[in-house]
């Protein structure tokens, strides 16, 4: 599973990510699609990644003990911590 959580995207790539995702508030995207998709997904975001865009990509890996990754790819008003092997978000 791959949720997406955004502060702003452009039309055209909320449009393009909805071809594999739901998108059940604005800019929050929730898909369980295949990793190669997933992969293709992420390069696709990749120009779009800017401070403005505040994206936080969660990814289910299925190797560790929460089973997902989180990774977040500009400034925003939370960072990752570690803490026992699992990630939490936290204000900062």
Request: aromatic share 6%; charged share 25%; with cysteine.
């Amino acid at each position: 599973m791959v949720v997406i959580v955004a502060n702003n995207l452009p039309d055209k790539v909320r449009g393009a990510l909805r071809c594999w995702f739901l998108e059940p508030k604005p800019n929050v995207f929730v898909s369980s699609v295949s990793k190669k998709i997933e992969e293709r997904v992420l390069e696709f975001l990749t120009p779009y990644m800017t401070e403005a865009s505040g994206l936080i990509i969660m990814r289910s890996n299925g190797t560790d003990l929460q089973g997902f990754d989180i990774r977040m790819h500009s400034a925003t008003t939370r960072s990752i911590k570690q803490l026992s092997g699992n990630q939490l978000l936290r204000l900062k």
